[in-house]
């Protein structure tokens, strides 16, 4: 059974920055990681809005435009960390950040990791 762990979250200004990080193991045939996150109040998957994938073969990448800009999604070269850095954060980016991994070498399926909690205050 494989494994996500998000790392990085905590309080910031406005204004200020932090990078998220994911560390994942198991899950072979991995395709694409992903960064979400849920805004205070709302419960369930749907309700998360997605900010960001990577390719983990080609390292393709696609922004939401609400972070396009201000976030970077990167990998690293064992393509076991996904991180996000973001910047110029905003009391609007206060969340519960999420990284989720599709992955399966016969069916593809979804895999999502705890979340961190990243605050903003103005």
């Known amino acids: 059974q494989g494994q996500l762990v998000e790392s990085g979250g905590g309080s910031v200004q406005a204004g200020g920055s932090l990078t998220l990080s994911c560390v994942v193991s198991g899950h072979d045939c991995r395709a694409n990681m992903y960064w979400f996150r849920q805004a205070p109040g709302l419960t369930g998957e749907l309700s998360r809005e997605f900010l960001s994938y990577i390719g983990v073969n080609n390292g393709a990448t696609k922004y939401a435009d609400s972070v396009k800009g201000r976030f970077t999604i990167s990998m690293n070269n064992a393509k076991d960390t996904v991180y996000l850095q973001m910047n110029s954060l905003t009391p609007e980016d206060t969340a519960v950040y999420y990284c989720?991994?599709?992955?399966?070498?016969?069916?593809?399926?979804?895999?999502w990791g705890q979340g961190t909690w990243v605050n903003v205050s103005s």
């Open positions: 989720k991994i599709t992955a399966g070498c016969n069916v593809i399926r979804g895999y």
